[in-house]
């Protein structure tokens, strides 16, 4: 760790200074590159007509060796906009005071430590830091047609992706994709059983339907099967089949490129992103107004 940082959480003890902790997400995606960078198009991206070019990076993206320096070439403009000042002393080390407010900022890596005096700040710096990555689709908003409201769920798994994002991948280390489609069924059991509770939803009294693009997840649940990795989840995910036995749970086929589930889960072409979009009911208020 980085000696300014140790002297920062020196001081914040003898202080009794609130600290927080925040992570950045896929960080070298957020900066842009300076340099004229090329490379094969990506899967999903190549075009047809143009299949032999390249394409110019916007972008800076991992495996690039100003990665890191560009990631915190952006960070550093991004920070001065909330009228943090730069110790010079310390090159991702910021400070920030309002009247007897004071907040430090120190970024390790894809680390953040918000370090300050007074919460209310704290919070309201934070709430601007979490808003940036909603700029680009400030424009777009969930519809709900006159139609039932009916739940329904799509279930993917990322291995290379963070462990923690409940909004689209399961928390939970599998063993394989089919206990993570289980995973997704348990949830939608928990889901169900609260928004009974409501009693406002009349169509959560039929089996709440998990769309996956996993063969072997459905083969499990419809006729069960022995191998190895179906022993080792037996215990915890397998009960879910007298669940589906009871109606609470139907597990149904989708295709790979169908899957809702895939534009959070995993980076997918533009084309592809825009029918997910579609699909979710997501619209720009450019259409609708």
């Given amino acids: 760790?980085?000696?300014?940082?140790?002297?920062?959480?020196?001081?914040?003890?003898?202080?009794?200074?609130?600290?927080?902790?925040?992570?950045?997400?896929?960080?070298?995606?957020?900066?842009?590159?300076?340099?004229?960078?090329?490379?094969?198009?990506?899967?999903?991206?190549?075009?047809?007509?143009?299949?032999?070019?390249?394409?110019?990076?916007?972008?800076?993206?991992?495996?690039?060796?100003?990665?890191?320096?560009?990631?915190?070439?952006?960070?550093?403009?991004?920070?001065?906009?909330?009228?943090?000042?730069?110790?010079?002393?310390?090159?991702?080390?910021?400070?920030?005071?309002?009247?007897?407010?004071?907040?430090?900022?120190?970024?390790?890596?894809?680390?953040?430590?918000?370090?300050?005096?007074?919460?209310?700040?704290?919070?309201?710096?934070?709430?601007?830091?979490?808003?940036?990555?909603?700029?680009?689709?400030?424009?777009?908003?969930?519809?709900?047609?006159?139609?039932?409201?009916i739940p329904k769920g799509y279930s993917d798994t990322s291995f290379q992706s963070e462990d923690d994002d409940a909004n689209s991948k399961q928390s939970t280390t599998v063993d394989s994709t089919t206990a993570a489609e289980y995973i997704a069924a348990k949830e939608a059991v928990w889901m169900k059983n609260y928004i009974q509770e409501l009693d406002v939803v009349p169509s959560i009294n039929e089996p709440v339907v998990i769309f996956c693009d996993n063969n072997g997840a459905i083969g499990q649940e419809k006729k069960p099967r022995s191998h190895h990795h179906s022993k080792l989840t037996f215990r915890r995910y397998h009960l879910l089949r007298e669940i589906e036995s009871r109606g609470d749970v139907r597990m149904d086929r989708v295709s790979a490129a169908k899957n809702t589930a895939d534009p959070l889960t995993k980076p997918i072409s533009q084309i592809a992103r825009t029918q997910h979009v579609d699909k979710m009911d997501l619209r720009s208020m450019g259409d609708s107004f």
């Fill in 1 to 149: 760790m980085a000696k300014f940082i140790w002297i920062l959480l020196a001081v914040t003890a003898w202080c009794d200074y609130e600290i927080w902790q925040m992570d950045v997400k896929t960080i070298f995606l957020n900066s842009f590159v300076e340099e004229e960078i090329y490379r094969d198009q990506p899967e999903g991206f190549t075009s047809v007509v143009e299949e032999q070019k390249v394409c110019r990076l916007q972008r800076s993206i991992y495996g690039l060796k100003q990665a890191s320096q560009s990631w915190n070439t952006y960070f550093d403009e991004v920070i001065r906009g909330y009228d943090f000042i730069k110790n010079e002393f310390g090159p991702y080390a910021y400070k920030k005071i309002s009247g007897s407010s004071i907040a430090y900022l120190a970024l390790y890596v894809d680390d953040i430590l918000l370090i300050g005096n007074d919460v209310k700040m704290l919070e309201t710096l934070k709430h601007g830091f979490s808003l940036n990555y909603l700029k680009r689709t400030k424009d777009m908003f969930l519809i709900y047609d006159d139609g039932e409201l």
